[in-house]
Nanobody, 127 residues
Framework: QVQLVESGGGLVQAGGSLRLSCAAS????????LGWFRQAPGKEREFVAAISWSGGSAYYVDAVKGRFTISRDSAKNTVYLQMNSLKPEDTAVYYC????????????????????WGQGTQVTVSS
């Protein structure tokens, strides 16, 4: 069983940066993948980024490539999302999620492949 707690959200001006953290309690197996999703008011939840726990291979949605970086610290059981050059359209509640299986590419963008979810942290980007 895995519990996830997000932190680091807040209010930032366009062009600014934030770093989100997701602390996991419980065992993270080498086959797991950790992902970030976001949901804006009135919109469906969408995939942002994911990383394999064992090898650290990352996958991003096109909208954030070159601006966001996902990383992990195995010793701290924590995954991060560094968000740079933020845009108003990045405004959303950001959720951390864990998949119990290794995945690649499109597989990681499907929220149905994630078994564990955090409560979310609000990110607001002003113009």
């Amino acid at each position: 069983q895995v519990q996830l707690v997000e932190s680091g959200g807040g209010l930032v001006q366009a062009g600014g940066s934030l770093r989100l953290s997701c602390a996991a309690s419980g065992r993270i197996f080498s086959t797991y993948s950790l992902g970030w999703f976001r949901q804006a008011p009135g919109k469906e939840r969408e995939f942002v980024a994911a990383i394999s726990w064992s090898g650290g291979s990352a996958y991003y949605v096109d909208a954030v490539k070159g601006r966001f970086t996902i990383s992990r610290d195995s010793a701290k059981n924590t995954v991060y999302l560094q968000m740079n050059s933020l845009k108003p359209e990045d405004t959303a509640v950001y959720y951390c999620a864990a998949s119990t299986q290794y995945g690649r590419g499109r597989y990681l963008s499907d929220m149905n492949n994630y078994a564990y979810w955090g409560q979310g942290t609000q990110v607001t980007v002003s113009s």
